[in-house]
């Protein structure tokens, strides 16, 4: 990922508080002085949530008293990560999970990804993590996951919530299947590097984070990517002052203006991060045409509107639906995809060589 994704990454990162300060800061302290689901209103859906049992405040405290010990022992006896270091990337990433929770569940989208994951490295930079890779990636481990845990576990809550499941099944539930998953996730890593060892032929894991510029100089330039060398990437730390006075004057001239009200700084910001590299120039150009298509005609008519989204839901599941065939049929037989125009070297591209040009 370039420096655009960089950029535009730290801007979302601050657009998001000040975007979430000045449309919805009055909605946020009414419901944190509305407590009990009988005072939400006329939700039919907190109505009927009200009549079960609601989980006890102890019980998620106790819950995360018990994995904090956990953690912070862990990687302090097996020196991964100073004690207190874990308690400041765990406070640091829980006050992200507000405001970014908040605007992914009002769009729809997960704007949390290269933001959030960036913040952590330029704190474990700045904290001369960097000489360490496994500090510095025990330290973004720990708070990255946190964060998107956090948004998962209220994506189920806000389903239970929905489909009218019990608080606390629900939760047992949630336990359940966290004990589950993880302990099945790491016995399956133990058996497979006590098989093969760390550095093997076929380990293959990698993550998108290995591929942006940000992250890479973590274990890659030990200089640190805002400093010596890299200090004219210092520049990129502008995108944060961009970021948090974008949504003023929109915030303003909605006032006078009432469709600017749906005018979603954040939510463009994190989308032009993603089109210099994970995006092609023909789906960009895909996307734009149909969007645009369906806004200005279908859209207008709010009788419609459901169908809208009922295509959208459709397009989505026959697009992983696919996924699927073309990975079983092609991938996992060892056969090639066929060849047509665009699909020859194709590598994400289109066959524009210069659409993916490395950073010099």
């Avoid at 019980?59 to 904090?68: D, P």
Wanted: hydrophobic share 45%; aromatic share 16%; glycine share 6%.
């Amino acid at each position: 990922m370039g420096l655009v994704t960089v950029f535009t990454s730290f801007a979302c990162l601050s657009s998001v508080f000040v975007h979430m300060i000045l449309y919805h800061s009055a909605d946020l302290w009414k419901q944190f002085r509305t407590k009990s689901l009988d005072n939400m209103g006329n939700d039919i859906h907190a109505r009927l949530m009200s009549l079960y049992k609601t989980v006890p405040d102890w019980w998620y405290f106790i819950l995360f008293c018990i994995s904090l010990i956990i953690i912070c022992v862990i990687c302090d006896h097996n020196n991964w990560l100073n004690w207190y270091l874990v308690l400041l990337t765990l406070f640091i990433n829980a006050c992200l999970v507000l405001p970014f929770g908040l605007l992914s569940s009002i769009t729809g989208q997960f704007l949390q990804n290269a933001p959030v994951y960036y913040l952590s490295v330029i704190i474990a930079q700045g904290l001369a993590l960097g000489q360490e890779s496994r500090e510095s990636y025990t330290y973004i481990t720990i708070g990255y996951v946190l964060f998107v845990q956090s948004l998962s576990l209220i994506q189920d809550m806000k389903l239970g919530h929905y489909l009218k499941i019990p608080h606390r099944s629900l939760f047992l539930a949630q336990c359940l299947s966290s004990l589950v998953c993880s302990s099945v996730s790491i016995g399956i890593q133990y058996m497979y590097y006590n098989q093969y060892g760390m550095n093997n032929e076929f380990d293959s894991s990698f993550s998108i984070f290995d591929y942006t510029l940000l992250g890479g100089s973590v274990y890659t330039d030990k200089n640190g990517f805002f400093s010596d060398a890299n200090a004219e990437n210092r520049k990129l730390l502008w995108g944060f002052l961009v970021g948090a006075i974008l949504p003023i004057p929109t915030w303003f001239l909605s006032a006078r203006f009432s469709w600017l009200e749906h005018f979603h700084w954040p939510l463009i910001l994190v989308t032009v991060s993603w089109m210099p590299s994970l995006l092609s120039a023909g789906a960009l150009c895909t996307w734009i045409i149909i969007g645009l298509s369906v806004c200005l005609t279908v859209g207008k008519y709010s009788f419609l509107q459901r169908h809208i989204y009922l295509t959208s839901a459709a397009l989505d599941l026959g697009l992983n639906l696919t996924q699927i065939i073309i990975s079983n049929a092609f991938i996992n037989a060892e056969r090639l995809f066929p060849s047509w125009r665009g699909t020859q070297n194709n590598n994400g591209y289109d066959t524009c060589t210069l659409a993916l040009t490395s950073n010099k």
